[in-house]
């Protein structure tokens, strides 16, 4: 019998940012091991016009809870969704409800986070450090609270090469940025934004460090982790391999590279690319959420949830793998062929956006009006590079975590809970897991049908053709404007259609001789 899953039986468990792609994952999870689970508290806001018991329904009715109401079938019953804001004050949580919450609640999982690079500092402020204040505070008034897991990410120390299971200071205490925000304006705030970041990459790192300090500091004697994992990818194994269900992270870009649309990208191709399946990162959760409600480590222990230390991968394997993928399951209606080219030489990669991207995009757009269609390709191609440029920081760099806190968890857990809670990542064979995750992006965020693969290779022929007729067009045409132009020119053409003729000649010859 799993320690872990006989553990959370019987708990009350709140989760913020359950609507999310980690939230989702751990939610399933819970309910797949621990059946007999109280209850889970979800903080949600309404969304998108739809209400919280109608996200939460959509959450419980998509695939990846299917195997859930297999064992689970008053999973409905069991999830009581709370109307949240988590910007707001108090949350905007009624008072029954909190009242609720604050009585019963025993394990805290915090997903909740904007994960924007590009948000502003005031919002990502409110929602990666006070927010993360406020939940705190209200943990420190549950009777019943067992442990506090709050989730960080691996890059929140980014602006360091090596990074320890320890929390580092920022250099600005948190508490007066929430001050000052107070009676900042906007326009100030955003002023004085990049010199508070300084060697953080996005306001996101930045903030989400903050959030740490935070945590430290107002962890009074509650029981406290922190994990932090780096890049979450699709589902390794659980419920099922290469579940994914939104476009942050490489899953834009390799939805961007599937349909043709990038065929280059800044990155260095020999570093590690930190992937971590989202299914490890939420069974290092679980068993942080065990470990620390029963052994209540004497300090605030740090786990690193990263790839790069134990079974590495780089981008360039990455991006085989993926394209590899890419011919034998295509994407539909692809714009051109998937190919790619990882550079981090500024020039070259300037050199690829112009002639890989933004001509054929401008050519695309131009083919559009004259059919009396309205042009989106060059918006659409700034979107994706865009995007691209955001996520360069991470693409051309390595970084050093250490996981002592990670493996020693490891070593205490029983071998059932070691198979039930796997978070080896020793295990994953990376072109396995990539290939799974490619197909994953196209079934379950594209929602494409697989009895459609022949008629996307087909398009992809037809848009090989295509590519052959432009190029010997273009270079025809080119080298027709080079021989009015250039005596040189001229020189090599004679040259060469005189070689072909005596070519031609001497072939015709020969077989006449044979013959
Ligand atoms: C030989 C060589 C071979 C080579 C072969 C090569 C092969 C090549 C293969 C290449 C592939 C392999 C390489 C993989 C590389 C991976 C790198 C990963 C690094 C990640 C590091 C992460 C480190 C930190 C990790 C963390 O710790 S945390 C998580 C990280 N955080 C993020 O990943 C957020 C980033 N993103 C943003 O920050 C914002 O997205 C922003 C970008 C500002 C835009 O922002 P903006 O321009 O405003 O655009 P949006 O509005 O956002 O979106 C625009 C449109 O998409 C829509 N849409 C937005 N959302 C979603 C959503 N959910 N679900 C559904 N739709 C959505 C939205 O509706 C809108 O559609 P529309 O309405 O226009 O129709
Ligand atoms: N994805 C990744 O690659 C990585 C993620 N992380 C961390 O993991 C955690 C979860 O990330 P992930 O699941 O990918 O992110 P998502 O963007 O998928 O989910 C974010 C969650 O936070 C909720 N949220 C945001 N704003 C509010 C608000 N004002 N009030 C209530 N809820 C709010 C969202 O709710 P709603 O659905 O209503 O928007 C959503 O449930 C974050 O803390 C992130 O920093 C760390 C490393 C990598």
Known sequence: MSMIAAFYGGKSILITGATGFLGKVLMEKLFRTSPDLKVIYILVRPKAGQTLQQRVFQILNSKLFEKVKEVCPNVHEKIRAIYADLSQNDFAISKEDMQELLSCTNIIFHCAATVRFDDTLRHAVQLNVTATRQLLLMASQMPKLEAFIHISTAYSNCNLKHIDEVIYPCPVE??????????????????????????????????????????????????????????????????????VDNINGPNGLIIAAGKGFLRALKAAPKAVADLIPVDTVVNLMLAVGWYTAVHRPKS???????????????????????????????????????YANFTSNNFTSQYWNAVSHQAPAIIYDCYLRL?????????????????????????????????????????????????????????????????????????????????????????????????????????????????????????????????????????????????
């Open 300 to 338: 605030t222990l740090v786990y690193h949830s990263t790839s790069g230390n134990l079974n590495p991968c780089n981008w360039h394997k990455m991006g085989v793998q993926v394209l590899a993928t890419f011919e034998k399951i295509p994407l539909e209606r692809a714009f051109r062929r998937p």
């Open 174 to 243: 948190p508490k007066k940025i929430i001050d000052s925000l107070e009676w900042l304006d906007d326009a100030i705030i955003e002023e004085i934004a990049p010199k508070l970041i300084r060697d953080w990459p996005n306001i996101y790192t930045y903030t989400k460090a903050l959030g740490e300090m935070v945590v430290q500091q107002e962890s009074r004697n509650l029981n406290i982790a922190i994990i932090r994992p780096s890049i979450v990818g699709a589902t390794w194994q659980e419920p099922f391999p290469g579940w």
């Open 371 to 515: 059919t009396g269609r309205k042009p989106r390709m060059t918006k659409v191609m700034n979107q994706i590079l865009r995007t691209a440029s955001m996520l360069e920081y991470f693409l051309n760099r390595s970084w050093e975590w250490s996981t002592y806190n990670t493996e020693m968890l490891m070593s205490e857990l029983s071998p059932e809970d070691q198979r039930v809670f796997n978070f080896d990542v020793r295990q994953l064979n990376w072109l396995e897991y990539i290939e799974n995750y490619v197909l994953g992006v196209k079934k379950y965020l594209l929602k494409e049908d697989m009895a459609g693969i022949p008629e996307a290779k087909q398009h992809l022929k037809r848009l090989r053709n295509i590519h052959y007729l432009f190029n010997t067009a273009l270079f025809l045409i080119v080298w027709r404007l080079l021989i009015a132009r250039s005596q040189m020119a001229r020189n090599v053409w004679f040259f060469i259609v005189s070689f072909c003729y005596k070519f031609l000649s001497y072939f015709r010859a020969s077989s006449t001789l044979k013959v």
